[in-house]
């Protein structure tokens, strides 16, 4: 058996664990926030100087400190951001940086006045003033970084900024990457796993050795969204074996430094703690991509409920009114890392099919209740799945769920399916409004959807979502595939 039909094959998923994560929070995003909070602060002090000093001794131009304080902030920033005060260790350990942060400053505090002096301004402003900025500021800096260093240490932030990194290999490669990385306080090995090609080395615990099946099923169960490749230079046909199946896991996948001589390639090169590695494959929809998608969804399906308010108690009366049952069906489908979830939709059927066989509605079915069928082809009975948007398990825009007897089964069938759920699934999609939706009776019509799919997930953007659901009401509510 080759090493990717060995780690491919098993299709079964592990059971939903409702206190997972989707994700750990990027700690570029906290750095440029950190950025952002710096820059204010600096052009902030800029004002408290102000109207400390003029308030007290003269009378002074707002204008003038407004373009100073502007200047000093953007140079800070920047010159803070060259001298690494951006790192996690910088921001979160303050008392290592307060001497180097001092000193950037007053290097931009400098810059400020040489820039006044060289365009013969400088006697507009007040020594007095400039004085009180700087003063000011490298209070205010200090202060600013001990309250961030506390608050990225509270209980409630600390665990979502650790990088919880899986190991794949058993050789020295192995134990060099484990040494330079197990010190870092913003990396947790959750563990070592051997490779497909490689026996277990005797001289370690076995425990300490997991086979690549575990690492599938905890890069799932134990939140795990970084795995380092540390293989033997004879592994490349495992390396690129292991690489192909955890694409269709939301994590990102890196080469160990020294393993393969890839410095003339085109992949990018990262920083993991200490440890310089190769990126073989990043997820979809990480760093500030993840924090304004995660925005728009959580403000659009709060502002559509309160929208479609008289709608749901409409649409709820007029089926407790046609047919005995509950207003509301719910299914299992696999969603973000493959989770099931339980999918909200309005009951528009006589039967609740929920299990291992389910089988697809069809035109002028039996089972379709009046209000149901009217439901189903306008899409309305796909409303309460913002409910799914506001508790984090779906998305306004991206692929659909389907039920999980139809997931796995098309698992086996089309290759790239299982890659739909590096991303969390949607109400509406680029394939719905281009006209890939209702029964798929033919597989091929499956595999059209997921291009789209994949399409979708490769090219996200902002704007690209505000397309698709612009479009929703005219392409992927009403079709004649919708019954």
């Known amino acids: 058996m080759s090493a990717a039909e060995d780690i491919s094959d098993g299709n079964q998923r592990p059971p939903w ?11 570029r995003v906290v750095a440029d926030l950190v950025m952002l909070v710096d820059g204010f602060t600096i052009f902030f002090a800029g004002f408290l100087g102000h109207y400390f000093y003029f308030s007290l001794f003269a009378d002074g131009s707002l204008q003038l400190t407004i373009t100073a304080s502007f200047i000093g902030a953007l140079l800070s920033v920047i ?21 180097k942060l001092i000193a950037s400053w007053a290097i931009a505090f400098l810059a400020v006045v040489t820039i ?95 086979q690549i099946r575990d690492l599938l099923e905890n890069v799932q169960t134990k939140q795990i969204y970084d795995v380092i490749l540390a293989l033997h230079r004879n592994e490349e046909a495992s390396l690129w074996a292991i690489a192909e199946t955890l694409a269709e896991y939301p994590v990102s996948v890196y080469l160990a430094p020294e393993a393969f001589d890839l410095r003339n390639s085109h992949l990018k090169i990262e920083k993991i703690g200490s440890v310089t590695t190769t990126t073989l494959l990043s997820p979809p929809l990480v760093g500030w991509h993840r924090v304004i998608k995660g925005l728009e969804d959580r ?26 049952g509950p207003v509301f069906f719910v299914q299992r489908r696999h969603g973000f890392n493959h989770e099931v979830i339980p999918v909200i939709k309005f009951r528009t059927m006589s039967a609740l099919e929920d299990g291992n066989s389910i089988v697809q509605a069809t035109r002028d079915d039996d089972r379709t209740t009046r209000v149901g069928r009217f439901l189903r082809r306008s899409s309305l009975d796909e409303l309460p799945q913002l409910l799914n948007v506001v508790k984090g398990q779906m998305s306004i825009v991206g692929p659909r769920p389907h039920a999980i007897a139809h997931n796995e089964m098309y698992t086996t069938m089309i290759r790239s399916y299982s890659k739909r759920h590096t991303v969390k699934p949607g109400i509406t999609g680029w394939a719905q409004i281009n006209g890939y939706r209702g029964a ?28 698709i659901i612009l479009l929703t009401p005219l392409r992927g509510l009403v079709h004649p595939n919708a019954y």
């Open 17 to 27: 664990n409702k206190n997972r994560s989707k994700g750990p929070i990027s700690f």
């Open 79 to 99: 010159i803070f951001r060259r001298r690494g005060l951006y790192s996690p260790r910088r921001i979160d350990r303050w008392w290592d940086a307060v001497g």
């Open 116 to 210: 006044g002096f060289l365009v013969k301004i400088s006697d507009t402003y007040s020594r007095g003033w400039a004085i009180s900025w700087f003063v000011s500021g490298t209070a205010s800096l200090i202060v600013v970084r001990v309250l961030i260093s506390a608050v990225l240490k509270h209980p409630s932030v600390a665990p979502a900024l650790v990088r919880r990194v899986a190991i794949v290999g058993s050789g020295e490669q192995a134990r060099q990457t484990i040494q330079h990385l197990k010190n870092d306080n913003h990396i947790e090995i959750v563990g070592t796993y051997a490779s497909p090609l490689v026996p277990n080395n005797q001289s370690e615990p076995r425990s300490h050795q997991k």
């Open 299 to 324: 403000v659009l399906a709060a502002a559509f409920l309160l929208f479609f308010a008289p709608l749901f108690l409409f649409i709820a009366i007029a089926i407790k009114f046609e047919s005995k």
């Open 440 to 467: 798929t009776p033919d597989p091929k019509m499956m595999e059209k959807r997921i291009e789209y799919d994949l399409f979708y997930i490769a090219n996200w953007s902002l704007w690209l979502d505000i397309k």
